[in-house]
């Protein structure tokens, strides 16, 4: 049983950082893809960030420059490091993590439970 949870979130003044870290637990052969989602209030889930398992990174427009993904394979852990925040950054945070179980196996696709990170102005 693989379990990720996710930590870091938190309320966190107009051009604060935060970091968000999201441990996966359980028996993994390999972190593959992960991504990191949000979502606003009265809004839809949206793509923030994700990076391959070949170490391609890809960011929403609104966070570039601003945000950044990176694991620790040691670890099984990922995180989202969080930089100049603005007020329309509040939102609850998804991380992603797709896994291999064992050597060879198809990947499985993981979610974190989210975590509130809150931008005041």
């Known amino acids: 049983q693989v379990q990720l949870v996710e930590s870091g979130g938190g309320l966190v003044q107009a051009g604060g950082s935060l970091r968000l870290s999201c441990a996966a637990s359980g028996s993994i052969f390999r972190l593959n893809a992960m991504g990191w989602y949000r979502q606003g209030p009265g809004k839809q889930r949206e793509l923030v960030a994700a990076a391959t398992s070949g170490g391609t990174t890809n960011y929403a427009d609104s966070v570039k420059g601003r945000f950044t993904i990176s694991r620790d394979n040691a670890k099984n852990t990922v995180y989202l490091q969080m930089n100049s925040l603005k007020p329309e950054d509040t939102a609850v945070y998804y991380c992603?993590?797709?896994?291999?179980?064992?050597?060879?196996?198809?990947?499985?696709?993981?979610w974190g439970q989210g975590t509130q990170v809150t931008v005041s102005s």
């Open positions: 992603q993590l797709v896994v291999l179980l064992y050597y060879n196996s198809a990947p499985h696709d993981y």
